[in-house]
């Protein structure tokens, strides 16, 4: 292995290492602060943030991120440490075989991302190349047989951890990453959950929110024949159990909902409306997005919990395994509510689900949550909680009609 090739190689890792951990801290803050925006979900076809919280951002609550930061910063270490001799050839082995398995996880990668969440993450995109590019420079560099590594390898770790430098790093690296995989917060914990209560909506001041009190003033209104009961305010949200920006929304709005119960007891009203990404109970929708095969299923979930006075529970399990199946749904069912006839059950609930299915429908519903706040279509999958908590506050002082 050339010195240049080296050189390009470490390069890669670098930069590939730099990619994956912004990687890592955009899922850590997705995870715990629910008002955070990643600066990479540019739309709807790059997502960073539906990527990490699909069932392909981790793997048994580890994030996929941190493995690569593990990756980029082994591949560091064995090139950084290759010796200018004829052992560098064998160091071009092992990072041959490295990067045949960074590339094996790549495509499979790419391949969940692109084809069936179709949703691209700029950040993983740029790991991509790296991982390409070390592995092409590695193919072009190697001369030892793959055959001989595994003969190799107890004495070249022998060796390589003779170096105090390279000792130190190494257990620098398998240490810290072992400290991340313990202690990374896992999604739906109640450290998750109490980071997202804790999270209070800053106040809205100045000229911004004089801009908003007009703009407010302006938007039209749809009646959507939601029975007051004695509130002021009515908010529909339309959601999605198997939809990671419910699950953020649902952490986010609630303390503001909670805090308007405390202040104006009964006059702000939160309805919810069941649209399932799935069409074998969703007639609007073309097909069943990936990971939302038990939305239905989870959506008739929560009504029966709702009838028995479990709805926290049940909805909890349900954000908390988001992209699970239908048979898991049906499991936690029996389990969180009792239910031992599901299938009944959920005959029973599939008219009421597909009435707010209807509903939507004629609202042209386009994605989950939706809302609305006394008949104002809010944009964005809802607001900033700042504005948000304005828009209610606006609401309850608004002369009745």
Request: hydrophobic share 50%.
């Amino acid at each position: 292995m050339s010195s240049r090739s080296r050189a390009l190689i470490l390069a890669f890792a670098l930069v590939g290492l730099g990619f994956a951990t912004a990687s890592t801290w955009v899922h850590y803050k997705v995870v715990t602060d629910p008002t955070y925006m990643s600066p990479c979900d540019i739309s709807a076809a790059f997502n960073c943030s539906q990527v990490y919280l699909s069932r392909f951002g981790s793997i048994a609550g580890v994030p996929v991120a941190l493995g690569g930061v593990f990756w980029f910063a082994l591949v560091t270490l064995v090139a950084a440490f290759a010796r200018p001799t004829d052992r560098e050839s064998v160091a071009a082995g092992y990072l041959f075989a490295l990067s045949t398995i960074g590339l094996a996880a790549i495509l499979y990668l790419g391949y969940a991302s692109f084809m069936v969440l179709h949703t691209g993450c700029v950040l993983c995109i740029g790991t991509y190349v790296c991982v390409i590019g070390i592995f092409v420079l590695s193919s072009l560099s190697r001369s030892i047989s793959m055959m001989a590594l595994p003969l190799r390898l107890a004495r070249d770790i022998r060796d390589a951890v003779a170096r105090p430098v390279a000792l130190v790093l190494a257990l620098l690296l398998v240490g810290g990453t072992a400290s991340l995989v313990a202690f990374f917060p896992k999604e739906g914990t109640a450290a998750t959950q109490a980071a997202a209560t804790a999270a209070s909506a800053a106040p809205v001041s100045g000229d911004a929110r004089a801009q908003f009190e007009s703009a407010w003033a302006q938007q039209p209104r749809v009646d959507l024949g939601v029975p007051a009961d004695g509130a002021s305010v009515i908010v529909v949200k339309f959601n999605d159990y198997m939809c990671p920006m419910c699950r953020i929304k649902e952490a986010e709005y609630k303390p503001i909902f909670d805090r308007f119960e405390a202040s104006n007891p009964g006059k702000v009203k939160l309805v919810l409306k069941d649209w399932p990404w799935n069409s074998t109970c969703n007639f609007n929708a073309s097909g069943t997005i990936p990971g939302h095969e038990a939305a239905c299923d989870a959506a008739a979930a929560a009504r029966m919990a709702r009838d028995r006075g479990k709805t926290q529970e049940m909805v909890d399990w349900l954000f908390a395994n988001q992209g699970t199946t239908p048979a898991n749904v049906r499991q936690a069912a029996a389990r969180i509510l009792g239910v031992t006839d599901f299938d009944r059950e959920y005959a029973l609930k599939l008219p009421q689900i597909r009435m707010d299915i209807a509903d939507g429908g004629v609202l042209n519903i386009k994605g989950t949550p939706t809302y609305f706040v006394n008949g104002v279509l809010l944009p964005n999958a809802g607001l900033d909680a700042s504005y948000f908590e304005l828009a209610i506050a606006l609401e309850l002082k608004r002369p009745a009609k």
